[in-house]
Every structure is written in C-alpha cells, then in structure tokens.
C-alpha cells in the first residue's frame, strides 16, 4: 500500500442493505424462532500487524464465524475462523480473534451466526473491514478522538438522522478511533421528548433500560446497546476500529472506589458494585478480549501499538483514584493512576520506540474540575502554586519523561464537554522540571455543551484555542458535536492535529515535529 493518504473506501465496508433498514425508533426483540439475527452490527479492535478482534451481538444462541478475505467480493484467499457459542451469560455478545493476517492491509471481514442445532440455519453475513498496522515508517497513519456519548439527556434523535456524526467521521476513512471515555451515560436517562429553547422539541429514541439509571448488569448492557441502535454508529464500527477506555458516566457521575452514594434515584449504595457490573458490560459490548467474561485479571489501561509510528497509551484516570477531595494533600502516592499504573506507565514510555508517544487520558490535566463546592474531580484544583494532592503524580511522570529524555509525547482527553489546545511549558509553571507539551482536548460527541472551565497554573497552561458553548447543558442542535483528528505523515515524521466539528469543517490546526522531547 503506498503511503500517501489513502482514497475513500467504497460501500462494501458498510453493514448490509438489511441491517441499515432496521428501524432506529425501537430495540431489537429477542427472537425465538427462525435464523439468527446480528441486528447491533460488527465492530473491530484490538488490531496489530496480524490480528484483530471482532465483536458482534447475536438475538438468540448461536455460534459465530468470521471469514476473512482481501478481496471486497471475497472471490480469492477466503478464510474461516471458528468464534465462540454466544449465549446468556455474556448476553449473547462475542468476539473472535483473527490470527495470521498480513501486515499493513485492509482486511474485509463478514460475520455469519448458526444456529447451535442446527448449522444450516444461519444469519445474513454482516460485513466489515479494517487495516492491519504497519511495518513500515512510510505508511501514513491518521485517527479519531472524542467521547461523550448521549448525555445530558440528548439521545438519538431520528429527526436530524441520529448520530450523523459518526457518518461524517467514517468518511475521513480513519485507521481507528479512540473514543475517550463517557462511551455512555448509564446515570443519564433519556425521555422521549425535551423542549429546546426556540419552542420546538428534541425527540429521543428511547428504551427500557434507558428510562431510570443503571443499577442491574442488564441496565448496564442496555446502555450500550443503545447506542447501538443508530445506524450512523454501526455504519462507522463496521468500517473504523474503536480503542475504548473508560470514565465516570460508564458507572456514575464523578464516582471513585469506595464512594457510597447518596442519590435518591439508586437503590445500590456501593459505587463499587455499580463499577464491577458496569466494567462486565463494557467488556461485552467493546472489542477488548481482556475484559470479556469480567476477567477479574483484565485491566482498562493499556498500549496499542499502531506501527513504528505511533503507540498509544490508554489510562484509566478512574479505577485507581482515591477519593475525591479538595486536592492539597503534600503525599499523594495514590493520585489518579494509582502507583501500579503510574509505573507501567513510565516503564512502556521509556520502552517505546514509536516516533510518536500518545496518551490518551479520560480527564485533562489542567483544566479545574469541580466536584460539588469543596472536591475536585480532575487532576487540577485551582491552586496555581507548586503541585499538591493528585498534580504530584502527574508532576512525578512529566519528570521522568523530561529526564528520561522521552520524546514524542502529547495528551488527547475528552470529558469537559468543548473543544480546546492547551500548551504546557515551564516558564509559566510553578513547578518547571518537565518539558513542553501539548493537551488537545475534544468532544462530546454527542451530548450537551458546556462553557469552557478554568486553568490552574501549576504546570503553566496556556490555551492556544479553545470553543465552547456558552451555557451549560447546550443541546447538539445548537451545540453541533465535536472531535479531534491525528494526521501523522509516513515521510517526514510530522503530527497533525486537527479540532473539527460536525459539519463545521477544521477549527484549529497544530503540525508537531518528530524527534523532540518537548515542543
């Protein structure tokens, strides 16, 4: 494949004629009779030079099968892979990973389910694609960033056409999207109708599980199938790679282990419990083999490697934490990553031979956060002096990276619900052992805007863009979504970031340069 940008991929990475008619306006009933039905669509992940994971969501038993070709018709060097029997105990979700696949490559893809009695009975195939990662420094590489998805209330909508965002992001033809966590917002229940400031109303599809907050394991998964009810979002999983991680709105606004919850609306006090069932059905309805199953060994923190280009680092800025709290303690060995975290952290930072070091944090590092009056739920707590409570950490790790001389390096985060680029640098810090870097922040991606929050100097922010709405809880008909794209070019080495918004074409440009341990 050359290493200039690559055309547009044509339909045949788009779900089937038949899926895409499904109607929006109601989830999938759960049949009991005829052939099998995979109505959420496919999804890929999990993708390196040889394999991949596929996901899918079956009606009823069956046993899945992926075939594989390199061929759009699949006419030449088809194959079969062997999924496992979906059922009950993982809500009738799977995925199969796909071994053996040439390096650098798009891979068209087709699930078919058969019927566990009788194999002949079986489901029309849905189709998808993917591209394998690259050897090669000449390929280039380019993805997606944001998070935040049907919050505040604003869900699909089928009058402006669901979430047409998505379509709009699979026609950039990325290689894969990160999607930043909030991938959905199990303590936000959707009603049918929301009266929008003009007099006109905002229609949402709505469902069972979606009309009270997420308690049950089946709250849970019917959150995520949700989403999944969109057709702009099973066109573009069929086609785009999703790298998930996690944050608050998974399991509970602002929550962190041990809390016990004080809200009239649950039932379930322990956030820990509410965390355990939410983090199973994350790992059903997401192409992640690690957490499948509830594999108490599986963890949410993870580098993809994307190639000799590009590593990307996926935090979980949530799991870890210790409670939130007016942030100015003078030890803080827990922090937001937890000490486990933080050192694998700076140990595969030091390890990585990639051109460019992407971390990929659910919250951002500078912008202050609150949590109710006194608390605060991010890293930073206003205070513009030397580093306390949860900055020590961060300040530990962008020491390291300063001394260890690690270069390529930039932060991407979602959750503040705007648009920003933040540049960090010494001299305007009060603590000023690290390097330059950059904090582009985007989304939601569907959710309600929020004007733009403050910085705190510790570690000298400045911002070089930023768009917001202008009052908090601003529906995506006023507010359209937002999301960020990376270019990075196989020739030079160079980084582009991109600020774009749903329909509203590039806000802001950054091009970074290779090599540098900061910029």
């Known amino acids: 494949m050359p290493h200039t ?67 759009e018709a699949f006419r030449y060097a088809v194959r079969r892979h062997r999924g496992p029997l979906l059922g009950p105990s993982g809500d009738f979700t799977g995925t199969t990973v ?40 000449r390929h280039d590489v380019r993805f997606l960033w944001s998070g935040d998805l049907a919050g505040q209330g ?68 019917g959150n995520f199938r949700y989403n999944l009810l969109d057709h702009n979002l099973r066109g573009f999983n069929a086609q785009v790679p999703v790298l998930a991680q996690w944050d608050d709105h998974e399991v509970r606004n602002n929550w962190y282990p041990g809390q016990l919850i004080d809200d009239p609306r649950y039932t379930v006090r322990e956030a820990d419990t509410l ?29 993809m490697r994307y190639g000799p280009l590009l590593d990307v680092f996926v935090l979980d800025m949530r799991t870890y934490r210790n409670a939130n709290s007016p942030g100015t303690r003078t030890e803080d060995p827990i922090g937001i990553l937890g000490p486990e975290q933080l050192a694998w952290l700076k140990r595969e930072l030091t390890r990585s031979r990639a051109t460019w070091k992407v971390i990929a944090a659910d919250m951002p590092l500078g912008i202050v956060v609150p949590d109710g009056a006194t608390d605060f739920e991010a890293v930073a707590q206003g205070d513009p002096g030397a580093p306390l409570g949860r900055e020590l950490q961060i300040a530990e790790l962008l020491r390291h990276i300063k001394h260890q001389r690690i270069t390529g390096t930039l932060w991407l985060t979602a959750d503040v619900h705007y648009t920003a680029a933040n540049h960090y640098a010494p001299e305007r810090a009060a603590f000023a052992d690290f390097a330059p870097f950059w904090e582009f922040v985007s989304g939601p991606i569907g959710a309600g ?11 000298g922010p400045e911002t070089a863009f930023v768009q917001s709405a202008p009052f908090a809880n601003m529906s995506p008909s006023e507010n359209p979504p937002y999301y960020g794209e990376v270019d990075i070019d196989g020739g030079s080495g160079e980084l582009t970031v991109r600020l774009r918004r749903q329909g509203g074409g590039v806000l802001f440009t950054r091009t970074l340069q290779p090599g540098r341990v900061g910029q």
């Open 5 to 71: 940008r690559r055309s547009l991929i044509g339909g045949s990475l788009a779900l089937s004629s038949a899926l895409f008619a499904t109607p929006a306006l109601a989830a999938p009933a759960f049949a009991r009779s005829g052939r099998p039905n995979a109505l959420w669509g496919v999804q890929s992940g999990e993708i390196t030079a040889h394999s991949a994971t596929v996901w899918t969501r079956s009606d009823r038993p069956a046993r899945m099968y992926v075939e594989t070709s390199p061929s």
């Open 275 to 303: 965390a355990a069932r939410a983090r199973q059905a994350f790992g059903e309805y997401f192409p992640v083999t690690d957490l499948r199953g509830g594999r108490a060994e599986g963890r949410m923190y993870r580098v």
């Open 154 to 221: 604003w869900g699909i909508n089928p009058d402006v056409g669901g979430y047409r965002v998505f379509e709009e992001m699979r026609l950039r033809n990325p290689d894969f999207f990160l999607f930043s966590g909030d991938t959905i917002y199990a303590d936000g229940p959707i009603k049918p109708s929301v009266p929008l400031r003009d007099g006109t109303t905002w229609h949402n599809v709505t469902t069972e599980e979606k009309s009270k907050v997420a308690e049950t394991l089946a709250e849970f998964r």
């Open 98 to 137: 796909l071994r053996d696949l040439p390096p650098g490559q798009q891979i068209h893809y087709r699930v078919v389910l058969a019927d566990p009695d009788d194999p002949r009975r079986t489901s029309e195939p849905l189709h998808g694609s993917f591209r394998t990662t690259p050897v090669s420094r």
């Open 449 to 459: 805007g929020f004007p733009a929050g403050r910085l705190d100097a510790t570690f």
